[in-house]
């Protein structure tokens, strides 16, 4: 069941997903925005070429800076895992920030006051009636965004269990069902291997590498863009195990697990690549599977 207390999808706080939330909030709010000034009387912007336009674009500017500021250190501490409560919380802070700046901005006696409206101008109201304009103008693109990510994870995930679009030179028969079949974020390109090849597969940002054996047994690295948790969701029942946040190892091929002073470490016993790290939030499932297999 749904709780606000449950962690959101980790696809809302990569880079790609912040910047494209932020790209899409700007020009839904500027769209908004122009709009809304010609039938409103409760507003100090103006479109026409004088001081209050400038004041108009100075305001805009900033607000899209909080906002900005906002998304990248939401992106910085994204490790420390975000509920949706906070993610909520977070999200209207924005709005409330920037409701509170323009009524500083707007009120005389509480501010600069760079306008003097056609009704009451106390402060409260002009904070409130803010913050229903700033939460729309926000609010809506961002659940607009969550909601296109969101569609497009589970796409992504459907697309990566369909083992009948697979392209490759070997026939899938009832032997070679432990394939390992990726895609990228788009559903354009395909990379299949046995599973026994796959070694581990590295996560940077919104792309993986994948570390695998040739035929000839050489190790190489295949490198997409897609995102660690749709891999980690869609192999759940394989050999496949999340040990970090930007690794997913195939726990078959780990020779030796070492516990060191700062946590374990997974040796795959590849000469380029040092042991991968397990993080405590994977610890328990690590050895779980280390000891059963």
């Avoid at 659940?143 to 392209?167: G, H, P, S, W």
Wanted: proline fraction near 2%; include cysteine.
């Amino acid at each position: 069941m749904f709780s606000l207390y449950d962690r959101i999808p980790s696809y809302l706080l990569e880079k790609y997903q912040l910047i494209t939330t932020v790209i899409f909030t700007t020009l839904f709010s500027l769209t908004f925005l122009l709009l809304r000034i010609p039938f409103s009387h409760d507003v100090w912007f103006k479109l026409d070429g004088n001081e209050v336009f400038g004041f108009t674009m100075a305001f805009f500017l900033v607000a899209l800076a909080i906002v900005i500021l906002s998304k990248k250190t939401m992106y910085s501490i994204r490790l420390n895992g975000m509920t949706y409560l906070k993610y909520i919380i977070w999200n209207f802070s924005e709005a409330v920030i920037i409701s509170l700046l323009y009524a500083f901005f707007t009120v005389e006696g509480a501010g600069f006051g760079i306008l003097t409206l056609d009704h009451d101008t106390n402060f409260e109201s002009i904070f409130f009636t803010a913050l229903i304009y700033v939460t729309v103008s926000l609010g809506a693109p961002y659940i607009v965004c969550a909601l296109y990510f969101a569609i497009q994870d589970k796409d992504n995930t459907i697309r990566m269990l369909d083992l009948e679009n697979v392209v490759t030179d070997i026939p899938i028969t009832a032997h070679q069902e432990r394939r390992i079949t990726l895609f990228d974020n788009n559903g354009l390109l395909k990379f299949s291997i046995n599973q026994e090849n796959l070694y581990f597969i590295e996560a940077d940002d919104n792309y993986i590498q994948v570390w695998y054996t040739d035929g000839n047994s050489n190790m190489k690295q295949y490198m997409l863009r897609c995102r660690l948790k749709t891999i980690e969701d869609s192999f759940a029942d394989s050999d496949l195990v999340r040990c970090h946040r930007k690794y997913i190892v195939n726990i078959s091929k780990v020779r030796v697990l070492k516990n060191e002073d700062k946590g374990y470490l997974l040796d795959m016993d590849i000469e380029s690549v040092g042991p991968i790290p397990v993080s405590k939030t994977y610890e328990q499932a690590v050895l779980s599977r280390f000891n059963s297999r």
